[in-house]
């Protein structure tokens, strides 16, 4: 039974099993939505999905799983349907009408978190521009109680005026916010500059593995940690020093699966730290059953701000969360990757790529000289080539071993 507060929101899942997206698939990104969910607010009362080559293009389901979905919320009194999959204007429309509750989607979710998330001037600029950008093209349905009358000259309803200049409202406030994102990009750039040559290093990764934990434990800060998704939006910067060397470490926004467009486009300026940064610490989740999938989600999200050929050190997180099946000896069908053991992982195709990488516990702080110590290494090889005259640094203390 699942317990509810009444200000609390019931929300009912749904996802698809398609040609691109397995039953496996399909499974996780529904658990991934109903942790989205969760960060939202919301309880999540029970996931459909259902088996189809590509969305309908009316409803997104089927007939006969619409109507199953359909009794399920008038039994439950549900408040909320989420979607894992962007749902078209029109689809957004005929499933409110069928469903008689709130419809939406996993841009509009995110939206949502980021909203609620967004602290900083810079943050809420670059939200409120992707939520506009989304709710352009869906003004129509918000609209269906002044829909014009049929018929031709002379019979335009009201509907349509309305439309028309909410439409002009959105497009200007759209222009405004891009001029407002200009402005603290040029303020933003300016502050890095007067940095001046320090080594950068950017923490990246998917959302929620650990890069918080990890900027808190290098940096002795305080940034915001918390096991939800996008807890933290704003690029935090600190100075670091390991030994006697010093570098910038930056915290940025975690990436996600099926992360809206508007979104990484409003976000673009956000990642400006990882562009001009010097060395990306790509943290992953090594406890998270997909974490394989999480990478090349983070690595098609750099290759697409142009930041995909920098020096990469993979950092291996969560190493105490881990957990593996353990084969029974009188099973003799193939091993899987639930398996693995740590040890497998670490000699598997992580070893074979010409990448280094670490495995440690920010949390319980395991392995952490070893990572201090490559990560000493990398800045130190860029500071030589920038400060050829300070090379007495490298042979202080750190070098011997006193940490």
């Known amino acids: 039974m699942i317990e509810t507060t009444p200000n609390t929101e019931r929300a009912v899942l749904v996802g698809l099993i398609s040609s691109s997206q397995d039953e496996r698939q399909a499974k996780e990104y529904l658990d991934e939505l109903e942790f989205l969910a969760d ?23 089927g007939s006969g799983k619409l109507i199953e979905i359909s009794s399920y919320i008038k039994m439950t009194e549900a408040d909320t349907v989420i979607f894992d999959d962007e749902l078209s204007p029109t689809q957004l429309r005929n499933l409110e009408k069928e469903l008689d509750c709130k419809v939406l989607d996993r841009t509009n979710l995110i939206l949502d978190i980021f909203a609620k998330r967004a602290k900083t001037s810079h943050a809420k ?14 003004l129509t349905r918000m609209w269906t109680h002044l829909e014009r009358q049929q018929g ?6 009201p509907g349509e005026t309305q439309i028309e200049t909410d439409r002009r409202i959105i497009l200007d406030k759209i222009s405004l916010l891009k001029q407002k994102l200009k402005k603290i990009d040029m303020q933003k750039s300016i502050q890095r500059k007067n940095r ?74 956000t990642l400006d730290e990882v562009r001009e940064s010097d060395i990306l610490l790509h943290v992953v989740d090594i406890s998270h059953p997909g974490f394989e999938e999480q990478i090349e989600t983070v690595n098609a999200t750099l290759e697409e701000i142009n930041a995909g050929d920098k020096p990469n050190l993979y950092i291996f997180n969560k190493i105490d969360a881990f957990t593996y099946v353990e084969k029974d000896e009188d099973d003799l069908s ?26 440690i516990s920010a949390k319980e702080k395991e392995n952490i000289d070893d990572f201090k110590t490559n990560l000493y290494e990398l800045v130190k090889g860029i500071h030589s080539q920038r400060f050829p005259y300070n090379d007495y640094l490298y042979n202080m203390d750190w070098e011997k071993g006193e940490q």
């Open 196 to 269: 001046g040559k320090l080594v950068r290093v950017a923490l990246v990764g998917y959302t929620n593995v650990g890069k918080s934990t990890i900027m808190n434990m290098m940096a002795k800060s305080e940034v915001f940690a918390e096991n939800k998704l996008f807890a933290t939006l704003d690029t935090t910067v600190r100075k670091v020093v390991i030994g006697n060397l010093p570098f910038l470490l930056a915290d940025t926004v975690g990436f996600i699966r099926k992360l809206p467009h508007g979104l990484v486009e409003s976000f673009k300026s």
């Open 334 to 359: 193939e091993k899987t990757k639930e398996n693995f053991t740590l040890d497998e992982w670490k000699n598997s195709w992580m070893a074979k790529h010409n990448t280094p990488s670490l495995f």
């Open 39 to 61: 960060t939202a607010g919301a309880v999540v009362l029970k996931k459909f999905t259902q088996k189809l080559d590509v969305p309908n293009k009316a409803t997104f389901v």
């Open 125 to 138: 600029t670059q939200v409120e521009l992707a939520q506009y950008q989304y709710l352009l093209p869906r």
């Open 152 to 157: 031709g000259i002379g019979m335009r309803g």
